[in-house]
């Protein structure tokens, strides 16, 4: 395949080196962003005299005739040792159209040409992404409803400390999605600026009309310096970010699921479709999508670093280091559109078992600070509370006694103000339901935390 440069060269790239230069593999789903980028320029040429009105139409034509068989033909159309993507679509179009399709390169290098499709592509994807959160969310939100009143146990430090309902645990991860989601569509709206008009680095001393090729690929503005556009890359670096983010948080609940899903705690049961065996140990069923979403989360951290090691140390403008963008950008992206996808399977086929959490919550003290309130709430000074329940605590620990079993005579021999009353809120249930303060785990602050994630979510998809 003969490059597009190769006038001043007098021999060709050894094989090794070409394959090393060729970004084909990466780029190849630039295809489509390639070739509406082209029929743009192209038309702008021929509304600004720039080519022939004749020329213009073969060319916007054979591009259109490019884009028809590249669809029914499938990447196998490109050749292997090619380039990039960007070559092989000129080279589709000269065999269709002849020497003619040379004039489609006027005022525009690849440069431009390539930093325009990346962004026009990723912002696509980025919307796919944020539509596949926003049905992850939906997950959540229609399963809290039923879970308001599922109780298991809070933890700090991995410890238990005050129980909290299944519904108010799921939609933490809500509201984490919601900020991935709103930062996506940010980020949209920040990369949807168009560099083409750049040229290789300066600009070009053609009559371009860059706003009507920036409205007709539905950018939302223009790159306002040539040099920045053809060599930045921070929207492909913001864009890791937000994956990034997401995939932290995606890790932590897959490692909640890895946790609850062990027979120590037994909170859920995953599917079979998520789980896998071992070759050696019949009982075992593995969470293992579980590990792989949390190992994934690797990758995307990967390439979020791997792309702002590329870019550290290059003056402006384009560099080759550059080509190396579409790997990263491309390996964050499949990770978190799988990762999203296979987590809602993974939850959709989860069965939770609620005795078990219930069962967790015996004698383990996640009713102490109740204790403590109730005292404080009959004028105990908090902290002077707090050293009593300490005591009872101790006591029970010592006597092997639940806190729950204490008769209100036990009780009261630690302060007389305690009663009746003060034992009845000790339950898990009373506890739960104690905790009624804004963004609170008791049912009613659920209901109304659930009325605010519906307001959310029927933001819907867009920014
Ligand atoms: N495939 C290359 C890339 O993605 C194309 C740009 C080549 N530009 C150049 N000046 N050599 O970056």
């Known amino acids: 395949m003969s490059p597009l440069w190769g006038g001043r060269f007098e021999s060709s790239l050894s094989y090794e080196v070409a394959k090393l230069t060729s970004s084909l593999e990466q780029d190849l789903r630039l295809w489509k962003a390639d070739v509406k980028g082209s029929i743009a320029h192209a038309r702008m040429l021929g509304r600004q005299g720039i080519i022939h009105a004749g020329d213009c139409e073969q060319i916007v034509n054979g591009l259109i005739a490019v884009r028809e068989e590249i669809s029914a033909t499938g990447p196998s159309i490109f050749s292997a040792s090619a380039e990039d993507v960007h070559s092989e679509i000129e080279r589709l179009l000269r065999e269709k159209i002849g020497p003619v399709a040379g004039k489609l390169h006027t005022a525009r290098s690849r440069n431009d040409q390539v930093a325009t499709a990346c962004r026009l592509t990723i912002v696509e994807e980025s919307r796919v992404l944020r539509s596949e959160i926003h049905t992850l969310q939906r997950w959540i939100l229609q399963n809290s409803e039923t879970e308001k009143e599922t109780i298991l146990p809070g933890l700090t430090h991995f410890q238990h400390a005050q129980p909290v309902s299944l519904a108010h645990h799921l939609l933490a991860y809500f509201w984490m999605l919601d900020r991935d989601r709103e930062r996506l569509g940010q980020f949209e709206k920040r990369a949807s600026l168009m560099p083409l008009g750049a040229a290789a680095l300066a600009g070009t001393s053609f009559p371009l009309d860059r706003e009507g090729v920036s409205d007709e690929l539905g950018f939302e503005g223009l790159c306002e310096n040539s040099l920045d556009a053809v060599s930045d890359r921070d929207f492909a670096i913001e864009f890791l970010s937000h994956v990034s983010i997401l995939m932290m948080h995606l890790s932590r609940l897959c490692e909640e699921l890895i946790i609850w899903s062990a027979p120590e705690h037994g909170f859920v049961t995953l599917d079979d479709s998520v789980t896998t065996g071992s070759s050696i140990m019949p009982q075992k069923k593995n969470p293992d999508l579980a590990e792989l979403i949390r190992g994934r989360t690797g990758r995307a951290f990967g390439s979020l670093m791997g792309l702002l090691t590329v870019m550290k140390g290059l003056p402006l403008a384009y560099n080759r280091d550059m080509q190396e963008d579409k790997f990263h950008l491309f390996q964050g992206l499949d990770t978190a559109l799988t990762s999203v996808r296979l987590m809602r399977e993974m939850l959709e086929t989860a069965v939770w078992n609620r005795e078990k959490m219930r069962q967790s919550l015996k004698g383990d003290f996640s009713n102490a600070t109740d204790l403590a309130d109730d005292l404080a ?65 008791s049912p009613k602050a659920v209901t109304f935390q659930i009325v605010k994630a519906r307001e959310a979510l029927e933001r819907g998809v867009s920014p």
């Open 377 to 441: 709430r009959k004028g105990v000074p908090f902290r002077e509370a707090h050293e009593i329940v300490g005591k009872v605590v101790l006591f029970c620990l010592k006597s092997g006694r639940d806190l729950e079993s204490l008769s209100v005579g036990e009780l009261r021999e630690f302060h007389p103000a305690i009663d009746e009353g003060t034992r009845r809120k000790l339950s898990h249930a009373a506890v739960l339901e104690a905790r009624s303060s804004r963004g609170g785990t």
